[in-house]
């Protein structure tokens, strides 16, 4: 074998040593992970008073809570009776050449329910019907992929990794020893699937989910500080010591550690 030869193997070998390697790197992200997968999408006006209420989530006023228009109402087939709520997903318009904004995505967080219309068949006006996947999309989201007047629109989403600002924000309600936690602005998996709280004087006590991400629990936590301890979907757990003072009071909000995304 010539010298000219070998050497010509030995860069071949090395490139291609290299495109694998970037290759396997490029796959590694949850993000990329995710498979992208079929849906539908409509969307509500600004008017609507959805997000008035708080929404299945319970987040509230979504624009005070950080979201924003950045948030989607999902169907029966992906809401999972509320787990699901601040989880991330990536959505793109597909299909229709008319109505699709080429080369755009939004990133959006699960903040709400579409509740199903039995009225109706799933492929016949029923669109959160079982088992259809489907994103009620603020207008000002919906517009960032396509054209409103698409209306019903064919998608694909994925989920992905939240990324947040600051830490976790746990707002405290009740009264007596009623205690609610509604715990927001989560980032890494979004969702969570377990709750624990301590005060200075007990030991990890399990919360029990009320509703969309308001956990709960009757104990008397009065007077002591309190730290939790919370696990995402994908069983990362992350405590947070001593995030409410001793003197904290229902209705105050505080901060703590946050997940990595």
Same mark, same amino acid.
């Given at each position: 074998?010539?010298?000219?030869?070998?050497?010509?193997?030995?860069?071949?070998?090395?490139?291609?040593?290299?495109?694998?390697? /970037? $290759? /396997?790197?490029?796959?590694?992200?949850?993000?990329?992970?995710?498979?992208?997968?079929?849906?539908?999408?409509? %969307? $509500?006006?600004?008017?609507?008073?959805?997000?008035?209420?708080?929404?299945?989530?319970? $987040?509230?006023?979504?624009?005070?809570?950080? %979201?924003?228009?950045?948030?989607?109402?999902?169907?029966?087939?992906?809401?999972?009776?509320?787990?699901?709520?601040?989880?991330?997903?990536?959505?793109?318009?597909?299909?229709?050449?008319?109505?699709?904004?080429?080369?755009?995505?939004?990133?959006?967080?699960?903040?709400?329910?579409?509740?199903?219309? %039995?009225?109706?068949?799933?492929?016949?006006?029923?669109?959160?019907?079982?088992?259809?996947? /489907?994103?009620?999309?603020? @207008?000002?989201?919906?517009?960032? @992929?396509? =054209?409103?007047?698409?209306?019903?629109?064919? =998608?694909? %989403?994925?989920?992905?990794?939240?990324?947040?600002?600051?830490?976790?924000?746990?707002?405290?309600?009740?009264?007596?020893?009623?205690?609610?936690?509604?715990?927001?602005?989560?980032?890494?998996?979004?969702? =969570?699937?377990?709750?624990?709280?301590?005060?200075?004087? #007990?030991?990890?006590?399990?919360?029990?989910?009320?509703?969309?991400?308001?956990? /709960?629990?009757?104990?008397?936590?009065?007077?002591?500080?309190?730290?939790?301890?919370? #696990? +995402?979907?994908?069983?990362?757990?992350?405590? +947070? $010591?001593?995030?409410?003072?001793?003197?904290?009071?229902?209705?105050?909000?505080?901060?703590?550690?946050?997940?990595?995304?």
């Amino acid at each position: 074998m010539s010298a000219t030869r070998s050497i010509l193997l030995v860069i071949a070998f090395t490139l291609a040593s290299r495109i694998t390697a /970037h $290759y /396997h790197s490029s796959t590694s992200s949850p993000s990329q992970q995710a498979e992208w997968r079929p849906a539908r999408a409509t %969307y $509500y006006a600004a008017a609507d008073p959805r997000d008035a209420v708080g929404g299945a989530c319970g $987040y509230g006023d979504l624009d005070k809570s950080g %979201y924003g228009k950045a948030t989607a109402g999902l169907s029966t087939a992906l809401f999972e009776r509320g787990q699901i709520c601040g989880a991330c997903f990536e959505v793109r318009c597909v299909e229709d050449l008319r109505w699709c904004i080429p080369g755009t995505s939004i990133i959006v967080t699960a903040t709400n329910f579409c509740a199903p219309n %039995y009225g109706f068949p799933a492929d016949g006006g029923g669109r959160c019907n079982p088992p259809n996947a /489907h994103f009620v999309l603020p @207008i000002e989201a919906f517009e960032k @992929i396509a =054209i409103w007047k698409a209306s019903n629109m064919p =998608i694909q %989403y994925r989920r992905i990794m939240c990324r947040k600002e600051g830490g976790m924000r746990f707002a405290i309600d009740g009264a007596g020893i009623f205690l609610s936690v509604l715990i927001t602005n989560v980032a890494g998996a979004g969702d =969570i699937v377990a709750v624990k709280i301590k005060g200075s004087r #007990t030991g990890w006590l399990p919360m029990g989910r009320n509703w969309g991400q308001n956990w /709960h629990i009757n104990a008397d936590l009065r007077n002591q500080p309190l730290s939790f301890e919370v #696990t +995402s979907s994908d069983g990362t757990t992350l405590t +947070s $010591y001593s995030v409410a003072s001793q003197n904290w009071n229902f209705g105050q909000t505080f901060i703590g550690k946050q997940f990595n995304s």
